[in-house]
């Protein structure tokens, strides 16, 4: 075997070395990838499961502000209100969350669909339109623009969140 010859196997076994480290490479990136959308879901629940609590513990002023009109609203103790208002500011903050999250791919589509599902459940709420109004500058610009301009933002709230709870019988009405 000549010096060329081996200087040619040495080239195709280096060849060789870098394009198994590639893929192991690649490998470990697509890893990675799946733990961190992993904790991403994790932190999405747990998320979800503090604002739980919070709404437990504001129960009866979430749901009253909830069912408010502008008047009724305004008629309410100012820390029925607040109790309200931190709630929504929670709920949307999280929401927003997840949408930059979202647009960074880090959640999946089908994921991000059912949350919108949750997030326009809210959204159309007379007392959340009101409240929006009045906060909105608090959010990203992206996010704005997605809640505003989505078509499901548009559409009139039918849905009796409260009603449909106990009667199993009911048809959705959303």
């Given at each position: 075997?000549?010096f060329?010859?081996?200087?040619?196997l040495g080239?195709?076994v280096?060849?060789v070395?870098?394009?198994?480290?590639?893929?192991?490479l690649?490998?470990?990136?697509?890893?990675?990838t799946r733990?961190?959308?992993?904790?991403i879901?994790?932190?999405?629940?747990?998320?979800w499961?503090?604002?739980g609590?919070i709404?437990?513990d504001h129960?009866?002023e979430?749901t009253?502000a909830l069912k408010?009109?502008?008047?009724?609203f305004v008629?309410?103790?100012?820390?029925?209100?607040?109790?309200?208002?931190a709630?929504?500011?929670?709920?949307?903050?999280h929401f927003?969350?997840?949408y930059?999250?979202y647009?960074?791919?880090?959640i999946?589509?089908?994921n991000?669909?059912?949350?919108?599902?949750q997030m326009?459940?809210?959204?159309?709420m007379p007392a959340?339109q009101n409240?929006?109004?009045s906060?909105?500058l608090?959010?990203s610009p992206?996010?704005?623009?997605f809640?505003?301009?989505s078509?499901?933002?548009a559409?009139?709230s039918?849905?009796?969140m409260?009603?449909?709870?106990?009667?199993k019988?009911a048809?959705p009405r959303?």
């Open positions: 075997m000549s060329n010859d081996l200087a040619s080239s195709f280096s060849g070395g870098v394009l198994v480290s590639l893929i192991y690649s490998l470990q990136i697509r890893q990675n733990a961190v959308r992993s904790q879901h994790q932190h999405i629940t747990d998320s499961f503090s604002l609590a709404l437990a129960s009866r979430f009253a408010a009109d502008e008047k009724t008629d309410m103790p100012d820390d029925e209100k607040f109790a309200f208002l709630c929504i500011f929670a709920f949307f903050k927003e969350n997840m930059l999250q647009q960074e791919g880090l999946a589509r089908e991000w669909d059912a949350w919108t599902s326009f459940m809210y959204w159309r959340v409240w929006w109004k906060r909105r608090t959010f992206e996010f704005r623009r809640i505003e301009e078509p499901e933002s559409m009139p039918t849905l009796d409260f009603g449909q709870a106990g009667d019988n048809a959303v």
